[in-house]
């Protein structure tokens, strides 16, 4: 999703925006631009696709300056193109702004802009906040007609704006769009990810929803849009370093993260098991732990791959801990009217803390009275600071548009919550100390799957010829069928349906024929009978199956058509080891086919709009 950099200090601005820029790469976007203040010019540079036709274009200018802005776009309002990338400016050009989210209500403000002459040269709604403050600023002064028009507006926004007339200044707002104030050695850098601003700096202050900051080369100061100054406001430190945000000899973000999975799981179990009590110890629920013991219910929310986390901590959750869960799509939980009480938790799962559903669905819970929680692992993000209490998953950054290891980090982190709450309620001691254990086994068992990535890879290759997939899992491996097809949807563009495995013969066994592979999710675990069955009447009718199944199941191989072996662990734990070699199957879908696995097109890594 779109991006925002700002610089303003004592280095040339253009480099350290550009830089900031390839950073926000992997968020997604379709077109890119700049803006830099020399005193009283400002040069714009705009370029359609990647960061590399924007530098092409400046290498031809000589854009110096020590203040700008940069954005990378992805369109919502207006086609990607020149007219509507940003930064955006005012009829005279003067006033020059990038923005993330959506102004709802530009269209009304924009016919009443036209009344009073203004002339617009783009389609988005962003321009319009541009022409606002060229009006105000006929009466008020820069920070005071931004304030005034930041009152005026209906939706969401992150804002840096520079304006000729107070050349000295970078202003930043936001309301419900990520916005980082980086604090350097006599240097400021804005961004809305902090991937952007860890170059530079690890300290950083987070803007609350409705406020602005007016930053100058020597000093900063906050205020709502209701121009009341915000003292004191505490800084922060970014808890992750710039080698984690880089390759390392990885050919793509995609893979390097998949190979950070037993890292990923060891970091969100560290400190947070004792195996002798056969207990959680999760310091972010310790302020809430007595309303944890009175909970009824639990309704866990989030999108996309975290909703499949979701799901198969609702099977968790109910086995051990004996709490009715939901898992609701944030997107529909948001518009609904669900039933919530005092008795309820609502726990928001989220990689970035920063989805734009997720983070509503939240505040709708938390206005109906429930106790909010958060699985994130972006530390300071927006859901993480909103929710009344949360466990962070320290996965590190995952650049990767599809999220890999961030998946496994929550799955873990639910097994914690399963234990925590189950601890607190019917589950023996017994039973703790064998989930805890073999928890701490998992590591080991991710690192053995990851020791076929070249068979893997030969295996796709066979199948690489395919255009459609049916992935198929029961029970604790149900979320993992789904969530098998949508990375391979989204990583090779082939099509694919994640089904749970009883369900084939209520409709999608008439697909099955020679050209569509299915994917049999088959550990040896409770339903494994019922599994092999399905893969039965797949073959009676000509399928073909790849079969993931558990080490030294000889039968597995007599019916299918390849198998990829994973070690044996808990069935509950089971999704944790069998989603990797989904992930490494897509991964070589997408790659074979020269696809850019970190960027696939039409996604954004964080989904900062409705
Ligand atoms: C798929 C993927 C998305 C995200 C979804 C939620 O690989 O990455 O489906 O899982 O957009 O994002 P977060 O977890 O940041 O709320």
Redesign the pocket.
Known sequence: MCGIVGYIGKNEAEPILLDGLRRLEYRGYDSAGISVINGKKIETVKAVGKIAELEEKLSKKDVKGNIGIAHTRWATHGKPCEKNSHPHSDCKGDIFLVHNGIIENYQELKDDLKKLGHKFKSETDSEVVAHLIEDLMKKYDFKTAVAKTLKMLKGTYGFAIVSKSEPEKLIIARNGSPLLLGIGKDEYVVASDASAIIRHTKRVVYLEDGEMAVLEKDGYEISSMHEKIIKNREESEIDWSIEEAEKQGFDHFMIKEIFEQPQAVTDAVRGRINVSDGNAKLGGLRDVSKELREIERIIIV??????YAGLVGEYMIEEYAGIPVEVEYASEFRYRKPIIDSKTAVIA???????AD?LAAIREAKNKGALTLGIV??VGST?ARETDAGVYNHAGPEIG????K??TSQLSILVLFALFLGRQRNMSLVTGQRIAKELEKLPKLIEEVLKQNDDIKKIMKKYSKYRDFLYLGRKYNMPIAYEGA??IK?ISYVHAEGYPSGEMKHGPIALIDENFPVVVLAPKDSVYEKTISGIEEVKARGGKILAIGTKGDKNIAKISDDVIYVPKTLEMLSPIVNVVPLQLLSYYAGTLKGIDVDKPRN?A???TVE
């Open positions: 989030s999108c996309g791959t975290s909703y799962i989220s990689q970035s803390g920063e989805t997720t692992n972006a859901i548009v599809a999220s890999t961030a998946f949508l990375k989204e996604l890594k964080s989904v």
